[in-house]
């Protein structure tokens, strides 16, 4: 059992009694009082890492329910007008950037946040206990073994640079001069004190996410993105565009590849090369569901490209590159032949496509390299014109080009594929003393899209109105052949009743459309009977399925490419109708929000009970059901915040904010406990325990956008932005509180017990004579900066270098991966280590009261 001897306090001017020892507390536990003293010391060394490991697991579920309430309300959009086009287009209400380094870096850093400000308010505004040495320890490992897991997640040869570099610029000097302001401000101004000024401008944030902007808006390093806009083509189709950018991402289309393209057609040119990059929030969400096998997000996987591919997308040609991956081949030959890309789809009407090769290495070696085609799907003779030949580079000539004819005919077929191979490269002066080898790209695929469509059905529109007549009529049911006119097609068709009845408002039907060649439009014959109607209108649904003949459905209607549905409604006088549907939608909204928010948070409860959230997806594994099991508790719990749909996420927002907040409290006391029984000093169990704890899931988020980004900004980028946020509102906001506190209330009791005579505060004036104010004695949280600002400039040197050098912040050779990694990681032992040491030095290594 544990020594109930004196309390830390005694003989002490500022010592706080320690949590483990008899008469010690901390904001809710330990929970059985002064009888766990009692406890054996290895029990309660087991028992408090298990607890704290288990809330770890539960602030990293309540978090990602955070962040998701942060992913809605950041991803809203509404609908502006242009004044000089008198277009409406949609509008992203927050700025990515600012919303990285408000709301996303909050829900990421909110634990560590939060502990620092409950911390305050629990020790009735004093400095102690575990919070800012988890602010630093947080950020070291954010900085340093974040970044070496990114360097070596990427595969071996590839690379992965910083997009925004002078957004990056702004949030690494930031991030670096939060902490030397720490050192200025407890070493220098006033040493071991925190006056009322220095805690409000130490709380940078606003500066922070105000120059962020400055640089994302270009007005500082002028415009970083420019290099890279190409990419970003207008007609790139996205889930918010509106059908008039529809319309002009279509005009774009067709006029660089085309009149005559089917909407099929275009949606597969302009996403073959678009790539919708996933947010921060989504990484964090999706790696917190991974460990707790919670139900996965269905993000797309980002392909790499280099401004080279999309280059050539500017050539008027029809054929378009979709896809490059970014390899440098090493080699001793004197040059070496590849194809510029790897992938290229061309339009069965373009007549032929122009595929280019070039040589690398020394171009005054001439030389030559063959190249044949091949078949896949798409066979010689029938889709394409055979052909073979040397290519032949003389001195200084580096680029050659491979015309391949491409047969257009009008049946219709699947995307079909055929290949060009490179072989037998050799010197033409000397074939067999110069050595001339292929690169990695020496086969080539031509994707033929074919424009032979056998057309899209559907229905001009979701709904159709028709008024009610004295006696029964015959409405015809427009059913519309888009895309392509190619043979005769069919589809079946039935009639479903809803408010409307079969027999008694409409004549029950079924039965088979059938379009001849080259006819656009069909109709359905519905008999609509007399039925007195008033202010009643019913509904029935027209469906159409099964299409064949090498049609298929219109998936952005109504039932999507199964079926599409018409819904009909039948009214009567249509001046009261629309008066009645304007009062109703204004009710009718109000109800369907309620039911989607109550539709959701059934299906939260569902999610929390079943393994993966019940996906029917790959079966889960062995580990996924062990970490359910140990989860469902959280789950089930955190199941009972409101979903995102209330309020616009707000509500979501505050209500996990507030949960987060009483998680951070409860793992504060369960990490003091553990330190306190362990004899470790509360800044190591900060920078160690604590600070691993909170930023794991960050780690797992941070790796899979590394490998599923074009760019390392959601993985690198973010990092710096995070720590200055941590930093800035981590210590920031509670000091100024604490600061103002002790500055506007006054002195007390407590406050003359500790600091009176207290070392090292002549800034206050003399011993016994001193004035009020929020001590932060230096000691080892100063030195614990210190070591920390000499490893992220370390840090963020090598970034600078390996971009310089290999053509990235992460990525490259597999060799010096690891080198950077290993690197990397020693610097945050060395931090860590160091700063313990010093911690121990400080404390005398052991909470008082122990033996």
Known sequence: PRHRGPTAGAGSSMSPIAICTEGGRGIAFPIFGDDEQEWPRGLGIVLYLLALGWLFIGVAIIAEVFMSAIEKITSKKIRRLHKKTGRWYTHEVWNA????????????????????????????????????????????????????????????????????????????????????WLLVILLLVSPNVVEIWEGVVTLFF???????????????????????????????VHEDMTRQEFAEAEAEVRDKYGEHLSTEQIARISTATGAKSNSRAAY???????????????????????????????????????DYEVETVRSEAACFFEFVVEKYAVLE???????????????????????????????????????????????????????????????????????????????????????VALGRRSKATITIIDDDDAGILGFPKDTCTISQQDREFVAPILVERRGGTCGEVRCKYRLEGDSAIPGRDFADA???????????????????????????????????????????????????????????????????????????????AKWDRTKVGHANWASQFKDALFVNGGDDGEPPHFMDKVMHVIALPWKLLFALVPPTDFCGGWLCFASSLVVIGLLTAVINDFASLLGCVLCLPDEVTAITFVALGTSLPDTFASKTAATQDLYADNSIGNVTGSNSVNMFLGLGLPWMIASMRWGFVGRTAEWDRRYQNFPDLDVLGSAGRRSIGFVVPAGSLAFTVGVFAICAAGCIALLLCRRRYLGGELGGPKVGQWVSAAFLAALWIFCVVVSSLNAFQQSGGCAPGLQ
């Open 284 to 322: 964090r969400i999706d790696a917190s569901r991974a460990v707790f096998a919670g139900r996965r997000l269905k993000m797309p996987e980002v392909k790499s490209s280099i401004s080279k591919t999309l280059s050539f997308l500017a050539s008027r040609k029809k054929v378009v590159p979709v």
């Open 97 to 180: 950037t600012i919303a990285n380094l408000t709301l996303m870096a909050l829900g990421s850093s909110a634990p560590e946040i939060l502990l620092n400000v409950n911390d305050i308010f629990a020790k009735d505004f004093f400095l102690e206990g575990l919070g800012p040495g988890t602010i630093v320890g947080s950020a070291a490992f954010n900085l340093l073994i974040i970044v070496a897991v990114c360097i070596v997640a990427i595969p071996d040869g590839q690379v992965r640079l910083i997009k925004d570099t002078t957004v990056y610029a702004c949030t690494a000097t930031w991030s670096v001069f939060a902490y030397v």
């Open 349 to 435: 009407n373009a007549g032929e496509v122009e595929v280019t090769v070039v040589r690398y290495g020394d171009e005054n070696v001439p030389a030559k390299v063959w190249y044949t085609t091949l078949d896949g799907k798409a066979k010689k003779g029938r889709d394409f014109i055979e052909c073979e030949g040397w290519l032949e580079f003389d001195c200084g000539t580096n680029e050659q080009t491979i015309m391949v004819q491409i047969i257009d005919d009008a049946a219709y077929e699947d995307d079909e594929e055929f290949y060009i191979l490179l072989s037998c490269p050799q010197a033409l002066d000397d074939p067999e003393g110069t050595k």
């Open 510 to 588: 079924s039965g088979e459309l059938i379009f001849a060649p080259k006819q656009r439009e069909a109709y359905i014959d519905v008999t609509i009977a007399h039925v007195p109607r008033y202010e009643q209108a019913d509904r029935f649904r027209v469906v159409i399925f099964e299409p064949t003949g090498g049609a298929k459905l219109d998936h952005s209607k109504d039932g999507g490419s199964e079926k599409n549905i018409l819904t009909v409604i039948v009214e009567a006088d249509q001046e009261s109708m629309e008066r009645v549907d304007r009062i109703r939608s204004l009710v009718q």
């Open 206 to 236: 606003p500066a922070l996410v105000f120059t962020a902007w400055y640089c994302d808006k270009g007005y500082i390093g002028g415009k970083g993105k420019s290099q890279y806009t190409i990419e970003q083509r207008s007609w790139a």
